[in-house]
């Protein structure tokens, strides 16, 4: 079956307008109230990086700050990821299910499936970690150009199985798909013959949600310094996590459609509410 773009765009912003209501609780439960508490938590860690980056822009030192920065707080970066993943599998859930799921049922739903979809991200975040470690060794040694290519292929490398592994998620949330290789290997499956046309769908979308998200931030941006300095810290924050809940309905809108697209709706299954 042919991707069409539109077709999963507008059932995107079908799905998103015919479920605004929990899509507004678990967004901002699970995606803005987290950003907002991490930006609060560390945005004067936050702002000292921007600035000692501007001072000194070498990427090695810039990586190297990063690095220690995020090396202390990791086990917190972990909570608030693990947390967001069962609000993905949930939401993805909830705009799936025609049976018209509660909050709850759909959150109960991500918490059963959350060790699956961890073992799957981590199957794949294995793959892409050799992916990226063969042009770092075959650069090591040999001459510039020969490194130059081999990432350059190491790059569209990544992006093929990035497009070809994007369903994963939609299918353990919404096929019920508890083993890992399963839903990898379904994925597979329903992207093959799709690639190109995925990629340039979500590249668009990017793009758009990029702009979007950059206009809007620099002109709160503007508005809030004039109005102090702790009311802007408290409203950068608060626009950031708006528009990082934003990015994740739009994102998981699209991830829905476009599996309900490749793999129709008769892959969908009711949640139990006895589960």
Known sequence: MKFDMSAAWNEATRLMAANRDVLLIVAGVFFFLPYVAFMLIFMNELTALEAAQAANPDPAAI?????GFYGEIWWM?????LFQAVGMIGLLALLSDRSRPTVGEALKLGLKLLLPYIG???LLSCLFGLLLLVPIAIG?????????????????AFIYLFTRFLLVS???????VANPLTAIGRSWRLTKGN???????????LIAVTVVAIVISLVLGL????????????????VSGLINAIFYVIFLAVLA???????????????????
């Open 120 to 122: 799957a991200q981590l």
């Open 170 to 176: 939609p299918v353990v949330a919404i096929e019920r």
């Open 257 to 275: 459609a476009i599996h309900r697209q490749l793999a129709g709706p008769s892959a969908e299954v009711a949640i139990d509410p006895a589960d």
């Open 63 to 67: 990586s190297a700050a990063m690095m």
């Open 140 to 156: 090591a040694g040999s001459s510039q150009a020969t490194g130059v290519l081999v990432g350059i292929v190491a790059l569209f």
């Open 223 to 238: 508005i809030l310094a004039l109005a102090g300095a702790e009311i802007a810290l408290i409203g950068n924050a608060l």
């Open 77 to 81: 970066v972990l909570i608030m990821a």
């Open 195 to 205: 690639t190109l046309r995925l990629f340039l769908f979500l590249l668009m979308l």
